[in-house]
């Protein structure tokens, strides 16, 4: 019995130290490749320890609201954040934009997209790639930066949708899709587009693609949690979004 | 609430894509079946634990090899441009090529399994009564192994319709040519449509019981070749 | 078909076992093959059948070449006029009788309404099962129909695997007489496998033995029976078979008067009609030897000859082969009679049969 008891104590203690010391990240799909580095940094910097899932923001949605143990989302867009909020699943008070998508046409081809996007008028394209708007912000931009063009109508029977803008990226790398509106983060290293030819959309064409961050319920009592959004604000942070092609507010 | 006109347009494309998919699987899973049950060859090994693979593998990694092979500059999609058939990727014809690939097991394992459970002796008397190897298969074999055939064409039709992965790879959800049930679903569920998603998901559900239901009814087991 | 109308020159090995056979077989009647199981006899049959895709060798079968492997010349199964009857009986259980039996029928230029009049379905009385499933018949009644479907699809020869060896000793029993009512009106030959001894003796025109895949004797039943030289002779069931034809019937001891080869036999019989084929079996413990004319025994039967050959089976045991008028009849006996009557080849000797059975 006495054995038992302790053992329970010690493992109580365990699993409180481990949350203690350990946050859960949700992270939108595109924003995978800044969040590793960022990650790193941030357990280097505070002895925290991450864990980070990437995947669909829609898909976090329904597995917070089902329990999902998240102590925090980096989300790809900016509504998902505060319907949790509304619903009583994110934190009151924690939400911010931690980035801001920038949109760009591309092709891994040179040569084939110009600096204005007038390919999307005159290109002689079959498929056209794009994440789908009826869930994903980008795909969402892509449509409103068409409509803008003039072009939507024309070219929405070239479409091929990627569940995700992940998916919207790798139709067009693969050449499967001669070209396609990805995130400016997916063919950016260090600030410069690193293969083919691209128009980065002008921010004028569509409305921001705000991704937006919030410390949900399940990461209320977790200091690491506040600890990430913070550090997540900072100059280290921000420079690192930044070169992998991303706005800030 | 019921089901949108985009739903049902998802419901006849899938319905078409299994019904193409499993005659396409019953031409060719049966010669192959045919042969995994009968031969000596020692790539049987080989071939048999490539038509299983996608028991066993991710069908986004089956999706994913599709979307590199068949695309522009993959081996495949070479060959289909030289031939004039453009690139499979995002078109109906190339789904029901993922399809057969990915529902070949679901066929040729109860087939390969009704035709091994033929005793050898069947076709020896049809022999010796003027049946050649052909007549023979289509009078003696193809009759015996009825229960795998019933087993086969229900398996292949219901993975068909429930198949996802793959088709979320090399599909780009296009209405009535790629975006099937299992996409609409994902869709439904991603924008939240919540209603919408259990109007189709609890269709798919009821729909794959009572096939499953009616293959145990007139099927029983054991008799399934499974 | 002339006389040597089925020729078999074949080898075939597996690991543990080898066949190699050269053998010529009569065109009419049946030729058992028979041996112990592992002779390799039900594998000859397969390779007449061309089932053995491995067998090398020489198949002819009246006149047609079924096989020449020096000659790269191999018919497939179905292209050889053969008709097989398997142990089993291997019915299509998805089929009905009736289309079981015009399997093989249309298959080789009949219609399939033919089978409902055909004359084996009345020989073999299967009419009454035509619309029957395979599954619900009993195993003497699956035999007979494959038998028919067999015949039906009009071989050139016919074999059978054992027919009788899936039934009981009733359904046997049952059984043979289709299979000797067959023997009396096919005119095709046939190649019977059977490890049993008496299906042979009733049945068979012709054996061939078999032993380690090969064959030690070949030759008409009265021949191969009587000889000593053979592993029949040795057991205690050594007997020869007699083709006779009654010759009169005697009412008041119920005794058929059996005429073969000038001799005369009376045998207890069933009422028979005179001038009926039948078969005799003697066997030689029932045999024994006099040097006089016995005329105070109560034994009926007493024929004289000469013996042929003399083969000592120690400890104690002699088998003799005895010539009677052309026929073969062997006798069992002691070495000590043998002394004691000083009988050696050549002498003549007076056999007394103390039973005679009629084989049907």
């Given amino acids: 019995m006495r054995t038992a008891h302790t053992l329970v104590a010690a493992l109580v203690l365990m699993v409180g130290a481990a949350h203690a010391d350990t946050v859960q990240v949700a992270v939108a799909a595109n924003f995978a490749g800044p969040v590793k580095q960022i990650a790193a940094d941030f357990e280097q910097a505070t002895g925290h320890k991450t864990v980070v899932s990437t995947g669909a923001t829609g898909k976090f949605y329904a597995q917070i609201v089902n329990g999902a143990p998240f102590d925090v989302l980096l989300s790809a867009d900016d509504k998902t954040p505060a319907k949790l909020e509304q619903e009583g699943h994110a934190q009151a008070g924690t939400r911010f934009t931690y980035a801001i998508g920038r949109l760009v046409l591309w092709s891994p081809k040179p040569g084939v997209v110009d600096g204005e996007g007038a390919v999307l008028k005159t290109g002689d394209f079959r498929h056209l790639s794009l994440a789908n708007p009826k869930v994903a912000p980008y795909g969402q931009a892509a449509v409103e930066t068409l409509q803008a063009q003039g072009t939507y109508d024309r070219l929405s029977p070239r479409f091929v949708l990627g569940e995700n803008i992940a998916q919207a990226h790798q139709f067009v790398a693969s050449g499967n899709a001669e070209l396609g509106f990805v995130a400016l983060s997916q063919v950016t290293k260090d600030g410069k587009i690193t293969e083919g030819s691209a128009w980065v959309v002008p921010l004028s064409m569509h409305a921001p693609i705000r991704q937006d961050a919030a410390v949900l319920a399940k990461g209320k009592d977790n200091p690491a949690a506040a600890a990430f959004l913070d550090f997540l604000k900072g100059d280290k942070a921000k420079a690192v979004i930044r070169s992998f092609g991303y706005d800030l507010p | 609430m019921s089901f949108s006109a985009a739903d049902l347009t998802a419901v006849g494309l899938t319905l078409r894509l299994a019904g193409l998919t499993t005659v396409l699987l019953l031409l060719v899973g049966t010669p192959l079946a045919w042969w995994l049950a009968r031969t000596r060859s020692p790539a049987k090994g080989a071939v048999g634990a490539v038509v299983a693979l996608p028991l066993v593998l991710p069908p986004t990694v089956l999706g994913f090899y599709l979307l590199v092979t068949l695309g522009p500059n993959g081996p495949l999609g070479k060959l289909t441009t030289a031939l004039g058939l453009g690139t499979l990727p995002f078109t109906f014809p190339g789904l029901v090529v993922a399809s057969v690939l990915y529902s070949l097991p679901f066929v040729v394992q109860p087939l390969t399994n009704a035709f091994a459970a033929i005793p050898e002796r069947m076709l020896e008397a049809a022999a010796t009564l003027r049946a050649g190897p052909l007549d023979a298969f289509f009078h003696v074999a193809v009759p015996l192994a009825r229960p795998g055939f019933l087993t086969a064409m229900v398996l292949g039709f219901a993975h068909t319709v429930g198949e996802f992965g793959v088709v979320l790879m090399i599909g780009g959800n296009i209405p009535n040519q790629t975006r099937v049930i299992s996409v609409q679903i994902y869709d439904h569920v991603e924008a939240l449509e919540y209603a919408e998603a259990h109007w189709l998901a609890g269709g798919m559900l009821l729909f794959s019981f009572l096939v499953l239901l009616a293959l145990y009814t007139i099927n029983p087991p054991g008799k399934r070749g499974l | ?360």
């Fill in chain 3, 1 to 360: 078909m002339s006389a040597a109308a089925i020729e078999l020159r074949l080898a075939l090995a597996y690991p543990g076992f080898a066949l190699d056979v050269d053998l010529a077989l009569p065109g009419h009647g049946i030729s058992a093959l028979f041996g112990v199981s592992g002779s390799g006899k039900t594998t000859l049959l397969r390779t007449v059948a061309g089932l053995e895709k491995g067998a090398t060798g020489r198949v002819v079968v009246g006149g047609e070449v079924w096989q020449d492997s020096a000659k790269d010349v191999f018919v497939p199964t179905h292209r050889r006029p053969l008709g097989m009857v398997f142990q089993d009986a291997a019915l299509f259980p998805h089929l009905s009788v009736r289309a079981n039996l015009g399997f093989g029928l249309t298959r080789s230029g009949g219609g399939a309404d033919g089978v409902a009049r055909a004359p084996v379905v009345e020989l073999l009385g299967i009419g009454h099962l035509l619309d029957r499933r395979p599954g619900t018949l009993s195993g003497g009644e699956q035999q007979r129909v494959a038998i028919a479907r067999a015949l039906l699809a009009k071989p050139r020869l016919l074999l059978m695997d054992e027919p009788l060896a899936a039934l009981d000793e009733q359904r046997k029993a049952e059984f043979l007489p289709w299979l000797e009512k067959l023997h009396d009106e096919l005119e095709i030959p046939v190649l019977y496998v059977s490890h049993a001894l008496h299906e042979v003796a009733r049945l068979a025109d012709h054996l061939v033995l078999l032993q380690d895949g090969r064959a030690i004797a070949a030759g008409p039943l009265g021949e191969v029976l009587p000889r000593l030289d053979l592993p029949l002779s040795r057991g205690e069931e050594s007997f020869v078979v007699v083709a006779a034809t009654v010759g009169a019937y005697d009412e008041r001891y119920a005794l058929a008067r059996l005429d073969f080869d000038g001799q005369t036999l009376w045998a207890p019989s069933p009422p028979r009609p005179t001038g009926a084929a039948v078969r005799v079996r003697i066997q030689a413990r029932d045999v024994s030897l006099a040097t006089t004319p016995q005329h105070d025994s109560s034994i009926l039967n007493s024929l004289s000859g000469r013996i042929a050959a003399l083969d000592e089976q120690p400890p104690g045991r002699v088998l003799a082969r005895l010539d009677v008028g052309g026929a073969a009849l062997l006798a069992r006996l002691t070495k000590k009679s043998l002394d004691q009557l000083g009988l050696a080849v050549g002498h003549a000797v007076h056999a007394q049969i103390k039973s005679v059975a009629l084989l049907d």
